[in-house]
């Protein structure tokens, strides 16, 4: 498993997909979350669309560093965790809690999303029951030229038949590489 140094201190695991001249792709996940949230599948069939796709294991999660000597007290942040396949990947409930803490006390992100330069687009289920729409609403319109995306019918998850539209989303917001013949994606 690939291992990138985050910050000093900090490492964390991540698998990529398709070439790496293509336009990078990066999944993000929500905190407590392994690269696994993403399936493999659906990470293959958008480097199939010509990106270089890449997952990650969130800190103190999965093969990413963990910080076992700052243990948290669960039950103050959440109830429960990790699906078998995540169990058997790599079972750190105590992380989850860290990353929690450390959100909160890290307090709000809105400057640092105001700061972004890069093309983003932010998706959100309109049957999100854990985080409502006008989260994704709010983050899109943080982010300076961002692209918001709200699909009916997925929620806190992406099933598997909301697969082709999310590739297709993301597909179109990536321009190819000119390695191919076609134009590079241009960052501000």
Same mark, same amino acid.
């Given at each position: 498993?690939?291992?990138?140094?985050?910050?000093?201190?900090?490492?964390?695991?991540?698998?990529?997909?398709?070439?790496?001249?293509?336009?990078?792709? &990066?999944?993000?996940?929500?905190?407590?979350?392994?690269?696994?949230?993403?399936?493999?599948?659906?990470?293959?069939?958008?480097?199939?669309?010509?990106?270089?796709?890449?997952?990650?294991?969130? #800190?103190?999660?999965?093969?990413?560093?963990?910080?076992?000597?700052?243990?948290?007290?669960?039950?103050?942040?959440?109830?429960?965790?990790?699906?078998?396949?995540?169990?058997?990947?790599?079972? #750190?409930?105590?992380?989850?809690?860290?990353?929690?803490?450390?959100?909160?006390?890290?307090?709000?992100?809105?400057?640092?999303? #105001?700061?972004?330069?890069?093309?983003?687009?932010?998706?959100?289920? &309109?049957?999100?029951?854990?985080?409502?729409?006008?989260?994704?609403?709010?983050?899109?319109?943080?982010?300076?030229?961002?692209?918001?995306?709200?699909?009916?019918?997925?929620?806190?998850?992406?099933? #598997?038949?909301?697969?082709?539209?999310?590739?297709?989303?993301?597909?179109?917001?990536?321009?190819?590489?000119?390695?191919?013949?076609?134009?590079?994606?241009?960052?501000?």
């Amino acid at each position: 498993m690939p291992i990138a140094e985050a910050s000093p201190g900090v490492s964390l695991a991540y698998e990529a997909f398709g070439d790496p001249a293509d336009p990078a792709v &990066l999944l993000v996940m929500g905190f407590g979350t392994r690269l696994i949230a993403w399936h493999e599948d659906f990470c293959r069939a958008l480097a199939r669309r010509g990106r270089h796709v890449i997952r990650y294991d969130n #800190r103190d999660c999965g093969l990413s560093t963990t910080f076992d000597d700052h243990p948290v007290d669960m039950g103050r942040f959440i109830a429960a965790e990790p699906a078998a396949q995540s169990y058997d990947r790599a079972c #750190r409930p105590s992380g989850i809690g860290r990353q929690l803490g450390a959100m909160v006390l890290g307090g709000s992100r809105a400057d640092a999303l #105001r700061e972004l330069r890069v093309p983003t687009l932010v998706m959100h289920g &309109l049957d999100d029951t854990l985080i409502d729409p006008s989260g994704g609403k709010w983050t899109a319109g943080l982010v300076p030229g961002a692209k918001l995306l709200l699909i009916p019918d997925m929620g806190h998850d992406r099933p #598997r038949e909301l697969w082709p539209e999310i590739i297709d989303a993301v597909a179109a917001h990536t321009p190819l590489s000119t390695r191919r013949g076609r134009l590079r994606p241009r960052f501000q």
